[in-house]
């Protein structure tokens, strides 16, 4: 496949101004079928097949308190040792995989969906009009966007007396500032009122903009907010002045008329999978506070999975949203490489990480997809892409399942797996296929190897020496690789993607499905929240499946589909189940999505679980539960 996408060259309605295109639609006729789907920058279909070889446990040392500082310290000081370190992890046997010299280096995986531009009459994606009720379902323990809708329309409730309710709850600095406040960095309080008030009037005339006009967001610290004065990242440094904008796929919930409440807390620079986080606390998990949140957008997953919000803006580059979905109960959709423009914030991880929304609900994540996924006209690639429409599901449904690399997983989760895959299976149609992926354990070291020098890019060495002891460690570690082995990773990109898109020719309307991750969280060890800890081997374990949709630019999405006794500390722990889809099908997706909710209402015994640590926003405000819910119409 082509090694440069970094430009593109459209002409006629592919460049429109995406506010020229409208989005509502008038009937099935104009959905978009996925079987006449075309593609710029697709790969070579072609099949890569090798013996399936395991991975061997991972043996880098693990590290904390005393012993992590100290090492930290003197790792850069001792010629050779970061080699040492480099060696063991294994990166450096990447220029011998079987294959690559076969094929050319990608550094970039974008995969541009190509769909004709539809010309309707209504903005769909926020307007009540084109949602349909849908019944009761007890099952669900968390307030939708639709909830706040009907609260809001029926005048029981305004946006001015949520935000007012929530401040105390999420600001760090207030008088009391409860456990809540470590899933959040920064919060405008006078940012936060203006846009309440404003959306209170809109609802009292009768204007509102639609059903996210008032709804209480996050977003995760790497976006850009105009009005905010730090970002930080996690870390104690500040990335940037005062924002004099706002990161696009924020932007545009904000015009729909969401209010965010801040900025969510993240796992220091997103360089591991715990949300530890000594810098600024470690946000709660929900479900059971003595496990992490995980990362590293855990602050967004805490935030919603605690019903503070609905839904917050998630970066994943290697399972940063759809791992910490896993473990605190929500869902999370890692979207198609370049599709959602996150300008004018640059991730660091270029070739790997995407924005992404994390969601209560898969109403919460449907909505907030689409508003976001809205093409930006000044962002070279976002603009290329198509507007977020409806598109009519391939048919036959299919599981693509390789079942060497799914058995991996402890024996819980994956049980909790396999049961909500005969359910797709046995009741709602899906069929059920075996796939291979090639070179499963070097493609997972490619990766890592990929999103850590990506990183290492952006940092110089006094800010290095800013960072906590494991990230010292680690982007340390990282600045021994050498161009063969960056190389010979984006070499292994390609024969990957060229596999994958083999599966999806091979196999129409293909969701490779595997667990989330392969462990049910990771236990807090009290004494690594003063420093964190440094524990690749864990880390990596947690990412045994997440990386593949980065590495290949394919959307994922995480669902809850079950729950597991936890190790230690009281309140079941979540599992969540992970389906990977052919560039562009986050349509696919989100009709996945909507039907493992379907699993939680009639196949999982005791149905969808509320965390034990869950803020009731309507209770508080003395509003009644909706006694129905909403779901885009349109969908599976």
Request: proline residues 8%; contains cysteine; aromatic residues 8%.
């Amino acid at each position: 496949m082509a090694t440069t996408q970094q430009q593109f060259t459209f002409t006629g309605t592919a460049t429109m101004h995406p506010i020229e295109r409208q989005f509502s639609f008038d009937g099935p006729e104009e959905l978009h079928h996925a079987s006449a789907q075309e593609f710029h920058g697709y790969p070579e279909a072609k099949a890569h097949v090798y013996p399936y070889t395991p991975s061997e446990s991972p043996k880098n040392p693990v590290l904390r308190g005393a012993a992590l500082k100290a090492s930290a310290v003197m790792l850069p000081l001792i010629p050779g040792l970061p080699s040492l370190f480099y060696r063991n992890a294994g990166w450096s046997k990447l220029r011998y995989t079987e294959g690559i010299r076969e094929v050319d280096a990608t550094y970039d995986p974008i995969v541009i969906p190509l769909r004709p531009i539809i010309q309707c009459n209504s903005v769909a994606y926020t307007d009540p009009a084109q949602l349909q009720l849908m019944p009761s379902r007890k099952t669900w323990a968390f307030h939708s966007i639709a909830d706040y809708h009907k609260a809001y329309k029926s005048g029981k409730t305004t946006p001015t007396e949520v935000v007012e309710a929530l401040l105390p709850i999420i600001l760090r600095d207030g008088d009391n500032p409860t456990h809540h406040s470590k899933a959040w960095l920064d919060s405008n309080v006078g940012l936060i009122r203006t846009a309440a008030a404003e959306s209170t009037k809109r609802w009292k005339a009768g204007s509102a903009l639609g059903i996210m006009d008032g709804v209480p967001i996050g977003a995760k610290d790497e976006a850009d907010v105009k009005g905010y004065y730090k970002k930080n990242m996690g870390s104690k440094m500040h990335w940037n002045d005062p924002s004099d904008s706002t990161s696009w796929c924020v932007l545009k919930w904000e015009e729909a008329g969401a209010i965010l409440m801040g900025k969510t807390n993240m796992h220091e620079i997103g360089m591991d999978t715990s949300n530890n986080n000594p810098n600024h606390g470690t946000p709660i998990n929900p479900y059971n506070v003595s496990y992490y949140p995980g990362g590293s957008s855990g602050g967004s997953a805490s935030a919603v999975a605690a019903g503070i919000i609905p839904f917050a803006l998630g970066c994943d580059g290697g399972g940063s949203i759809r791992l910490p979905a896993s473990w605190c109960g929500i869902y999370g959709l890692k979207t198609t490489h370049g599709w959602v423009s996150t300008r004018p914030y640059k991730t660091p991880a270029r070739s790997t990480s995407v924005a992404g929304p994390m969601a209560a609900t898969m109403l919460d994540l449907e909505v907030a997809w689409r508003v976001m996924a809205q093409p930006d006209p000044d962002c070279a690639i976002s603009s290329q892409f198509p507007l977020p429409t409806k598109s009519q599901l391939a048919s036959p449904r299919r599981i693509g399942i390789y079942r060497d690399w799914f058995e991996r997983a402890d024996p819980e989760v994956k049980q909790k797996c396999q049961d909500a895959i005969d359910y797709y299976t046995t009741k709602l149609g899906y069929e059920l296929v075996s796939i291979t992926i090639p070179h499963i354990k070097e493609a997972q070291m490619a990766h890592a190897l990929t999103i850590l020098n990506e990183a290492n890019m952006t940092l110089t060495k006094p800010e290095i020496k800013q960072l906590t002891p494991p990230n010292q460690i680690l982007i340390t570690v990282g600045r021994s690789a050498s161009v063969i082995d960056f190389l010979a990773a984006q070499r292994l990109r390609t024969l990957v993607m060229e596999h994958v898109a083999h599966l999806f020719k091979t196999h129409p309307g293909l969701i490779i499905v595997t667990p989330t991750t392969p462990n049910a969280g990771w236990p807090i060890h009290k004494k690594d929240l003063k420093y964190g800890c440094s524990n690749g081997n864990q880390s990596i374990r947690n990412m045994e499946y997440v990386w593949l949709a980065n590495f290949t630019g394919c959307p994922s999405i995480s669902v809850p589909v079950g729950y597991v006794d936890p190790l230690q500390g009281s309140g079941q722990f979540p599992v969540g189940l992970m389906g990977m889809a052919e560039w562009g099908a986050e349509e696919q997706l989100i009709s996945f999505g909507y039907e493992s909710e379907e699993w939680l209402k009639d196949g999982l015994k005791g149905g969808r679980v509320k965390p034990n640590d869950w803020v009731d926003v309507m209770g508080l405000l003395g509003v009644p539960r909706t006694k129905k819910n909403v779901r885009a119409a349109g969908t599976a």
